[in-house]
Structures are given as structure tokens and as C-alpha cells.
């Protein structure tokens, strides 16, 4: 079973709908993150969070929120979808506190979605 | 400005050859920098990850050096394989209260037989 799963893998919609990204994961990580993916550009984020009752706005946050229902799940909505957030999306996770692993991220497979 | 790039922006090589990705950061305070692999339609996976006192590390065929004076890594491959086609990318992290990382666009990189 992969660690990082994200629904839905496709998702193709029209401007003005609401959407929600969903992730799932079973490293036991506290720590999770959403990022857009742009051909050309690296991977921006738009939320964190480091406990279920703690979330940050990243780099993008603008357009979007996010839930963190328990500390498997992290939830990414948009609440009206525009066009220019056509992207290939990925949740991840991490722990700090290990030096060798310090920083590392494990991604989901992510979510393209298109905004018409 | 902390900024990570990479050049190329792609590549194609033949199988069995070697080659070398570069990345240039401006980022500060730094605490390391980590490569990835993201193939198609794949999350990225963390390949190594050196700290300010580390200037090499191995990887199976993959090797990344790092140069913290002038702010330079590259990841080396050697004896390339089809499944080496993929995106890398540079990932340099900031010695902050949380760990904040900074991404590159990536080399993609085509193996072709």
C-alpha cells in the first residue's frame, strides 16, 4: 500500500466550482504539505500544517484553504476553481527531529486537475 | 531573494552514457540540499541530501556534490539506464524554526536506447 495517497488522481472542472483534494497517509508523520506543480516552475507551497490544530499559509495560499480532519488526513479546497489552477497538485509529509532524515518529503502521486 | 536553479532545463542522453546536473542556489540561512527523482506522473522521491560539511555523496549510480562557497551542487549519473529518464530536481532547505525548503524547476532528463 503506497504511504502518501491523494483522490482524485484526474479531475477536470469548470470555473466557478468548488473542489476538494483529499490526502491520506500511514507514515505516522505529523507534518503536512500541499503544493502546485507548474511546467517550468518548482513545486510552490500553498499550505502547511504541523499538528491537527495547526495550519500555515505558504508561498500561494491565495484561492485556496485546506482541513486537517486527524493527522492521517489533509484536506485542499478550492473554493471557486479558476483557470490559472490548472496544475498537477501533491500533498506530503515529513518528520523532523532525525538528522539523517532531515527535511526529507514523502509525496503522494498527485492530482492533475484542469479548470475550464 | 532565495532562489534554486538548475541547468539545464533538459537533456537527452544515450544509454550507457554518463551526465551531470547543475544547481545553483541563493539561499540563506542554509541547513542542506537534497536531490529528487520525480518520474512521470510520480511524486518525487528523495535521492541524497548533504549538509554544509558534506561535499560528495553516493547514491548507486547516482553521485551529488556539493560546493557551499559558491553555492553550486551537481548530481552525476553514471552509465545511464532507460529507467533514469525523469525529472531531478534541486532542493535546498533553510536553517529556520520549521524546515522550510526551497525548490528548483527541475532538469528533465531522456535516456533514449
Known amino acids: 500500500d503506497a504511504d502518501v495517497t491523494q483522490t482524485p488522481r484526474n479531475r477536470i472542472t469548470k470555473t466557478g466550482k468548488r473542489i476538494m483534494l483529499e490526502c491520506s497517509q500511514t507514515k505516522g508523520h505529523d507534518r503536512m504539505y500541499w503544493y502546485r506543480q507548474d511546467p517550468g516552475l518548482g513545486l510552490r507551497l500553498i499550505y502547511y500544517?504541523?499538528?491537527?490544530?495547526?495550519?500555515n499559509k505558504g508561498e500561494i495560499s491565495d484561492g485556496y484553504s485546506v482541513s486537517r480532519q486527524a493527522q492521517a488526513k489533509f484536506s485542499l479546497s478550492l473554493e471557486s476553481a479558476i483557470p490559472n489552477q490548472t496544475a498537477l497538485y501533491f500533498c506530503a509529509t515529513s518528520e523532523p527531529g532525525q538528522v539523517s532524515s532531515y527535511n526529507e518529503q514523502f509525496f503522494g502521486p498527485g492530482t492533475r486537475l484542469t479548470v475550464l | 531573494k532565495n532562489q534554486v536553479e538548475q541547468s539545464p532545463q533538459s537533456l537527452i542522453i544515450l544509454e550507457g552514457k554518463n551526465c551531470t546536473l547543475q544547481?545553483?542556489?541563493?539561499?540563506?540561512?542554509?541547513?542542506?540540499l537534497r536531490w529528487y527523482k520525480q518520474d512521470t506522473g510520480r511524486g518525487p522521491v528523495s535521492l541524497t541530501i548533504m549538509t554544509f560539511s558534506e561535499n560528495t555523496k553516493s547514491n548507486g549510480r547516482y553521485t551529488a556534490t556539493l560546493d557551499a562557497d559558491t553555492k553550486q551542487s551537481s548530481l552525476h549519473i553514471t552509465a545511464s539506464q532507460l529507467s533514469d529518464s525523469a525529472s531531478y530536481i534541486c532542493?535546498?532547505?533553510?536553517?529556520?524554526?520549521?524546515?522550510?525548503?526551497?525548490f528548483g524547476p527541475g532538469t528533465s532528463l531522456s535516456v533514449i536506447p
Open positions: 544547481c545553483n542556489y541563493t539561499v540563506s540561512p542554509f541547513s542542506n
Open positions: 500544517s504541523f499538528d491537527v490544530k495547526d495550519i
Open positions: 532542493v535546498v532547505s533553510l536553517r529556520t524554526s520549521y524546515d522550510k525548503v526551497i
